[in-house]
């Protein structure tokens, strides 16, 4: 059973900058994909950032392109989002999520799900 444990969520003003980070029990990742998914209140949840582990191809969705880099540490096996220029709609919980297989954005194609990290932008 693959393990997810997200950190690095806070508030912050808008502006600011964080990194979340994703660290998994799985230490034999190379043909996984992991994935950011982010749920504000009344929203569903929507798909963030994807990034293969072992050849490092990434995928943003037209929201933080350009402010978020996502990346990971294979030795540390961590995956990371690097969140630039916050804005008060970038509040939610940020959730990681990986899959067996290539990235996709659709939610349902992740079995592995941590526990989510709350993010709060102030205005």
């Known amino acids: 059973q693959v393990q997810l444990v997200e950190s690095g969520g806070g508030t912050v003003q808008t502006g600011a900058s964080l990194r979340l980070s994703c660290t998994t029990s799985?230490?034999?990742?190379?043909?996984?994909?992991m994935a950011w998914f982010r749920q504000a209140p009344g929203n569903e949840r929507e798909f963030v950032a994807a990034i293969n582990w072992s050849s490092g191809t990434t995928l943003y969705a037209d929201s933080v392109e350009g402010r978020g880099t996502v990346s990971r540490d294979i030795a540390k096996n961590t995956m990371y989002l690097q969140m630039n220029s916050l804005k008060p709609e970038d509040t939610a919980v940020y959730y990681c999520?990986?899959?067996?297989?290539?990235?996709?954005?659709?939610?349902?194609?992740?079995?592995?799900w941590g526990q989510g990290t709350q993010v709060t932008v102030s205005s």
């Open positions: 799985e230490s034999t990742f190379s043909r996984y994909a």
């Open positions: 999520a990986a899959r067996d297989g290539w990235i996709i954005i659709k939610e349902q194609g992740y079995p592995y």
